[in-house]
């Protein structure tokens, strides 16, 4: 089958009829810029051979185009010689397509017929067709079809090699395989044994009795273990109860209490001892406080009566320094208040001078916003006027439907008058103003129009009257009147040029409004009101001449009429600033000195007055001490013999703790003596306990045979793993014989593929001269790449421009196939090279020439430039030239 013409109507951007025609046998091009149809085409072609004429799904409804429309695709194909052409018109009516075959002139067959026909032509990919092997979509790097196809690929091999049946056995080695299949499926899964098999409950019944096995165990060896401990218990019974241990255990608790009591009593003395220690230690130590006290108050009168001397001879040193400061203070006192007077008269000159200049300022601000307020005044007058007069008058949009209605109405007229009867007359030679209209001459050759109708006068002939007849009575006038009166009436105007008048009037006065406005903005930005408050705040203030005369009246006496200059002034200020902060620097510096000097003579005296009380106290801590040095020396005999009775005291206490026992050891052993004739009761009546509930457990376990259970259930866990292992080693027959099957077959599948790998070599020297590929048996698909340059790659690590040449070139193997099967079949690409670079796209050029001379191809590319060098049958998009 070739295809030679195609022809779209409302295929999504072809609402119009396009056609492709003068397609040939090999090699042809399509090359056009993006968007302009070439994927509608190719998508187009899928629909109208695998897409049944009564369909409306999604991929139908995607070709209609977006102004609406019903697709219609015409293809013309030759098969065997015989030229036929294939109309399909999709509806949206679900069911109402249709599909015509036409041979010729003739209508072959149409409807399901049609349909039925088409399908024995060119199966569908799902239906086995290979044509899905040879369409190639816009960007293929990879077999996304590669499930859906693979029944095509393997059928198409099979038809070519007679092969395969001989070498694998053909169906019987399919029965067999199907056989061993189906005994594996009850026996296992992938995921294991098969719930409810034979493996599955051989395996289930070893577990249970492997678990009860291993709890009977348990059982037994817990029921021994507790023969064991009642014996033990037992022994050990005996054992505390023999009366030697009774007798033993009594005696050492009496030999305990005994040497508990003696050490007690020898407690008692070392106590004694200790207290007496403590007491001749106590009366040693008062009498060294008291030494210590006597001394100290000796030290303090001495240092007291030294502190007294020094501290009078301080006073009377700060004296003597603080007179003179005291003068020097007085004088800086006196200058500093001259030259303070003096600063503060030049203080008031300068601030009279200062004052008369703001006056004279304020005035001549008074004058200026005087005459401002009095323009902004007289603007806001022209403002409120000009507003008045901007609302009289009609406005834009009265004025905009009174022009409305008036051109309305001058469109009425002239329609009537063109709609009205007319005539027009042409006189013979001499006949010239022989007719008259309503008393006047008819001038020649001039139209006019009747609408009310006329009586017409020919003289020496008669009258001839007109009658407007039904075309005249229409109202259409009297609306259009009656709508131009009514924006009159709306405007208050009686005429339209009186409305434009006042229109014009209107606009005038908004454009002056316009100015007043911006006058008004610029004399008083904030307002007239904030201009007038800002004149009142400046106030009338009195002149020099008026406070002159004031201070006349008054005790104050006259200021001078006329003041200095004020930089004479301000020199003088500054001079009497530079003498007061000379004088104030001397003052601060003669009261910092005299404060200094006060300072100190004060604090001299308070640490004088501060000596003489510590020295009083001194005296009064002597006070009823006769002679100090003689009573020392008594407190230093005394305690010469204090110290000889505290050092026998200690040595008798040390003796006795020599010679003491351990109190604590032996209480300890009371403790423990004590403690063992309790443990002893305790663990015997524990023991009774614990006998009662091991004779109650063995009584219970010996009752159960448990030992006699065990045998019964071991024999059994032997039978069912001989039942596991036999079941185990038949499937493991069986995987052995499936994997033997297999590898056969796989074997075989060497041969089934290698007419594709026959077909493709050649293809692929064109790209890589030394490259071999290998092919996936089962999917009939690329699978390996091995390049002596670069060693074997996997397809899918392929980088996406290799993947796509090795697409392509597969893709023209299986074409070759087909054709030498007699069933050839058009090779269509879309765009298929995207990521092939320049050199490589060179050689696909030559591998896609050399198929061309046993195949038809068709290359849809928007790379106008690149394709150039392919060659081919160059075709083009054209619209249908409709008589």
């Given at each position: 089958?070739?295809i030679?013409?195609?022809?779209?109507?409302?295929?999504r951007?072809?609402?119009?009829?396009?056609?492709?025609?003068?397609?040939?046998?090999?090699?042809?091009?399509?090359?056009?810029?993006?968007e302009?149809?070439?994927?509608t085409?190719?998508?187009?072609?899928?629909?109208?051979?695998?897409?049944?004429?009564?369909?409306?799904?999604?991929?139908?409804?995607?070709?209609?185009?977006?102004?609406?429309?019903?697709?219609?695709?015409?293809?013309?194909?030759?098969c065997?010689?015989?030229?036929?052409?294939?109309?399909?018109?999709?509806?949206?009516?679900?069911?109402k397509?249709e599909?015509?075959?036409?041979?010729?002139?003739?209508l072959?067959?149409?409807?399901?017929?049609?349909?039925?026909?088409?399908?024995?032509?060119?199966?569908?990919?799902?239906?086995?067709?290979p044509?899905?092997?040879?369409w190639?979509?816009?960007?293929?790097?990879?077999?996304?079809?590669a499930?859906?196809?693979?029944?095509?690929r393997?059928?198409?091999?099979?038809?070519i090699?007679?092969?395969?049946?001989?070498v694998t056995?053909?169906?019987?080695?399919?029965?067999?395989?199907?056989?061993?299949?189906?005994?594996?499926?009850r026996?296992?899964?992938?995921?294991?044994?098969?719930?409810?098999?034979a493996?599955?409950?051989?395996?289930?019944?070893?577990?249970q009795?492997?678990?009860?096995?291993q709890r009977?165990?348990?059982?037994?060896q817990e029921?021994?273990?507790?023969?064991d401990?009642?014996?033990?218990?037992?022994?050990?019974?005996?054992?505390l109860q023999?009366?030697?241990?009774q007798?033993e255990?009594?005696?050492?608790?009496?030999?305990?209490?005994?040497a508990?009591?003696?050490?007690?009593?020898?407690?008692?003395?070392?106590?004694?001892?200790?207290?007496?220690?403590?007491?001749?230690?106590?009366?040693?130590?008062?009498h060294?406080?008291?030494?210590?006290?006597?001394?100290?108050?000796?030290?303090?009168?001495?240092a007291?009566?030294?502190?007294?001397?020094?501290?009078?001879?301080?006073?009377?040193?700060?004296?003597?320094?603080?007179?003179p400061?005291?003068?020097?203070l007085?004088?800086?006192?006196?200058?500093?208040a001259?030259?303070?007077?003096?600063l503060r008269?030049?203080?008031?000159?300068l601030?009279?001078?200062?004052?008369?200049?703001?006056?004279?300022?304020e005035?001549?601000?008074?004058?200026?916003?005087?005459?401002?307020?009095?323009?902004?005044?007289?603007?806001?007058?022209?403002?409120?006027?000009?507003?008045?007069?901007a609302?009289?008058g009609p406005?834009?949009?009265?004025?905009?439907?009174?022009?409305a209605?008036?051109?309305?109405?001058?469109?009425?007229?002239?329609?009537?008058?063109?709609?009205?009867p007319a005539i027009?007359?042409?006189?013979?030679?001499?006949?010239?103003?022989r007719?008259?209209?309503?008393?006047q001459?008819?001038?020649?050759?001039?139209?006019?129009s009747?609408?009310?109708?006329g009586?017409?006068?020919?003289?020496?002939?008669?009258?001839?009257?007109?009658?407007?007849g039904?075309?005249?009575?229409?109202?259409?006038?009297?609306?259009?009147?009656?709508?131009?009166?009514?924006?009159?009436?709306?405007?208050?105007?009686?005429?339209v040029?009186?409305?434009?008048?006042?229109?014009?009037?209107?606009?005038e006065?908004?454009?002056?409004?316009?100015?007043?406005?911006?006058?008004?903005?610029?004399?008083?930005?904030?307002?007239?009101?904030?201009?007038?408050?800002?004149?009142?705040?400046?106030?009338?203030?009195?002149?020099?001449?008026?406070?002159?005369?004031?201070?006349?009246a008054?005790?104050?006496?006259?200021?001078?009429?006329?003041?200095?200059?004020?930089t004479?002034?301000?020199?003088?200020?500054?001079?009497?600033?530079?003498?007061?902060?000379?004088?104030?620097?001397?003052?601060?510096?003669?009261?910092?000195?005299?404060?200094?000097?006060?300072?100190?003579?004060?604090?001299?005296?308070?640490?004088?007055?501060?000596?003489q009380?510590?020295?009083?106290?001194?005296?009064?801590?002597?006070?009823?001490?006769?002679?100090?040095?003689?009573?020392?020396?008594?407190?230093?005999?005394?305690?010469?013999?204090?110290?000889?009775?505290?050092n026998?005291?200690?040595a008798?206490?040390?003796?006795?703790?020599?010679?003491?026992?351990?109190l604590a050891?032996?209480?300890?052993?009371?403790?423990?003596?004590?403690?063992?004739q309790?443990?002893?009761?305790?663990r015997?009546?524990?023991?009774?306990?614990?006998?009662a509930?091991?004779?109650t457990?063995?009584?219970?376990?010996?009752?159960?045979?448990v030992?006699?259970?065990?045998?019964?259930?071991?024999?059994?866990?032997?039978?069912?793993?001989?039942?596991?292992?036999a079941?185990?080693?038949?499937?493991?027959?069986?995987?052995?014989?499936d994997?033997?099957?297999?590898?056969?077959?796989?074997?075989?599948?060497?041969?089934?593929?290698?007419?594709?790998?026959?077909?493709?070599?050649?293809?692929?020297?064109?790209?890589?001269?030394?490259?071999?590929?290998?092919?996936?048996?089962?999917?009939?698909?690329?699978?390996h790449?091995h390049?002596?340059?670069?060693?074997?790659?996997?397809?899918?690590?392929?980088?996406?421009g290799?993947?796509?040449?090795?697409a392509?070139?597969?893709?023209?193997?299986?074409?070759?196939?087909?054709?030498?099967?007699?069933?050839?079949a058009?090779?269509?690409?879309?765009?298929?090279?995207v990521?092939?670079d320049?050199?490589?796209?060179?050689?696909?050029?030559?591998?896609?020439t050399?198929?061309?001379?046993?195949?038809?191809?068709?290359?849809?590319?928007?790379r106008q430039?690149s394709?150039?060098a392919?060659?081919?049958?160059q075709?083009?998009?054209?619209?249908?030239?409709t008589?």
């Amino acid at each position: 089958m070739k295809i030679c013409a195609i022809r779209l109507q409302n295929i999504r951007r072809f609402t119009e009829a396009v056609e492709i025609t003068g397609i040939g046998p090999g090699l042809n091009v399509l090359a056009a810029p993006n968007e302009q149809g070439k994927s509608t085409i190719f998508d187009a072609l899928h629909a109208v051979f695998f897409k049944d004429a009564k369909s409306w799904d999604k991929e139908i409804r995607a070709l209609a185009p977006r102004a609406g429309g019903e697709p219609r695709i015409e293809v013309e194909i030759d098969c065997d010689g015989t030229r036929y052409r294939l109309v399909k018109q999709f509806q949206k009516a679900s069911g109402k397509g249709e599909i015509r075959i036409w041979q010729g002139d003739t209508l072959f067959l149409q409807s399901d017929a049609a349909e039925a026909w088409l399908q024995d032509l060119i199966k569908s990919p799902k239906d086995g067709g290979p044509a899905g092997l040879l369409w190639v979509r816009q960007g293929l790097t990879d077999f996304a079809d590669a499930k859906e196809t693979l029944s095509a690929r393997q059928d198409l091999l099979s038809s070519i090699t007679g092969e395969v049946d001989a070498v694998t056995g053909g169906q019987r080695m399919d029965a067999i395989r199907r056989d061993l299949r189906q005994s594996l499926d009850r026996l296992v899964t992938s995921r294991g044994a098969k719930k409810g098999g034979a493996l599955d409950l051989a395996a289930t019944e070893v577990a249970q009795l492997q678990a009860d096995e291993q709890r009977l165990q348990a059982r037994v060896q817990e029921l021994r273990s507790q023969l064991d401990q009642r014996g033990a218990l037992r022994a050990e019974l005996a054992g505390l109860q023999e009366a030697d241990t009774q007798q033993e255990l009594e005696a050492r608790m009496q030999a305990a209490r005994q040497a508990l009591a003696a050490a007690e009593r020898y407690q008692e003395k070392l106590d004694t001892s200790a207290a007496a220690l403590k007491t001749a230690r106590l009366i040693k130590e008062n009498h060294q406080s008291t030494v210590q006290g006597l001394r100290a108050r000796q030290q303090e009168h001495m240092a007291a009566l030294a502190e007294c001397e020094q501290a009078q001879s301080d006073v009377a040193e700060v004296a003597t320094r603080l007179t003179p400061a005291e003068q020097r203070l007085r004088e800086c006192l006196a200058q500093s208040a001259a030259d303070q007077d003096a600063l503060r008269q030049a203080e008031v000159l300068l601030a009279r001078v200062q004052r008369a200049a703001v006056e004279a300022q304020e005035q001549a601000q008074r004058q200026t916003l005087s005459k401002t307020v009095a323009q902004a005044r007289a603007a806001q007058a022209q403002v409120t006027e000009l507003t008045q007069q901007a609302r009289q008058g009609p406005d834009r949009k009265a004025m905009d439907r009174i022009e409305a209605a008036r051109e309305a109405l001058g469109l009425a007229e002239q329609a009537q008058h063109l709609a009205a009867p007319a005539i027009t007359v042409t006189y013979e030679a001499g006949q010239e103003g022989r007719l008259r209209l309503d008393g006047q001459a008819v001038a020649a050759g001039e139209r006019l129009s009747l609408p009310r109708g006329g009586q017409i006068e020919a003289l020496g002939l008669g009258r001839i009257a007109l009658h407007p007849g039904q075309a005249t009575t229409s109202d259409q006038l009297a609306v259009k009147q009656a709508e131009l009166a009514a924006a009159l009436a709306y405007a208050d105007c009686a005429e339209v040029a009186e409305a434009r008048a006042r229109h014009r009037s209107r606009e005038e006065a908004a454009i002056r409004l316009q100015q007043a406005d911006v006058q008004l903005q610029a004399l008083a930005p904030e307002g007239l009101l904030a201009l007038i408050n800002q004149l009142d705040s400046l106030g009338e203030h009195d002149s020099l001449e008026e406070r002159a005369a004031e201070g006349a009246a008054s005790a104050q006496p006259p200021e001078p009429p006329e003041l200095p200059e004020r930089t004479t002034v301000e020199a003088d200020l500054s001079r009497s600033r530079a003498a007061m902060d000379q004088s104030s620097a001397a003052l601060e510096a003669a009261r910092a000195q005299e404060a200094t000097l006060r300072l100190g003579f004060e604090g001299a005296n308070a640490r004088h007055q501060a000596a003489q009380q510590r020295l009083e106290r001194a005296k009064a801590a002597l006070a009823g001490e006769v002679d100090a040095a003689v009573s020392l020396a008594v407190l230093e005999q005394q305690a010469t013999a204090l110290q000889e009775e505290l050092n026998q005291a200690q040595a008798q206490l040390e003796l006795l703790q020599q010679a003491a026992p351990d109190l604590a050891a032996v209480q300890a052993r009371v403790v423990r003596a004590k403690s063992a004739q309790e443990a002893v009761m305790s663990r015997l009546q524990e023991l009774g306990r614990d006998l009662a509930v091991l004779d109650t457990r063995i009584g219970t376990t010996a009752g159960e045979a448990v030992e006699e259970e065990l045998a019964e259930v071991s024999d059994q866990l032997l039978a069912a793993q001989d039942r596991l292992a036999a079941v185990e080693f038949e499937v493991a027959v069986l995987r052995r014989l499936d994997l033997a099957l297999d590898q056969a077959r796989s074997a075989a599948q060497e041969a089934y593929v290698a007419p594709v790998l026959k077909e493709l070599q050649p293809l692929l020297r064109h790209l890589w001269p030394d490259a071999q590929l290998q092919v996936d048996a089962d999917r009939v698909l690329p699978h390996h790449l091995h390049r002596d340059t670069g060693g074997g790659e996997d397809f899918e690590s392929l980088s996406g421009g290799t993947q796509e040449q090795i697409a392509l070139l597969v893709r023209l193997a299986f074409a070759r196939l087909l054709a030498r099967s007699g069933e050839a079949a058009p090779v269509i690409l879309d765009d298929a090279i995207v990521y092939t670079d320049d050199a490589r796209i060179e050689r696909l050029f030559d591998a896609l020439t050399l198929q061309s001379s046993d195949l038809q191809i068709l290359v849809f590319t928007c790379r106008q430039k690149s394709f150039r060098a392919l060659g081919g049958t160059q075709l083009a998009i054209r619209s249908v030239q409709t008589a």
